[in-house]
């Protein structure tokens, strides 16, 4: 018998699941909140006008390369 109050854990949602999806959604929400996109963007631009810009490129085409299609 399956007890209704309490949530089950171990449930698998199958793909597009609700509760990362939530989980997602707060920690978005939270980072936003806590003005921390700016600052993250400016470094994110500082790293791709540098000479880090190699490596990054190299880190997405290997990343890329690994993505299922």
Do not use: C, F, W
């Not at 631009?45 to 540098?50: L, N, T």
């Amino acid at each position: 018998m399956v007890n209704k109050d309490k949530p089950v854990t171990n449930k698998n949602e199958g793909e597009g699941s609700r509760s990362a999806a939530r989980q997602y959604n707060a920690g978005l929400k939270e980072h936003i909140d806590a003005g921390k996109v700016k600052p993250a963007a400016e470094k994110a631009k500082k790293a791709v006008d540098s000479a880090e810009n190699a490596e990054l490129r190299d880190a997405e085409k290997k990343g890329a390369a690994k993505a299922r299609r």
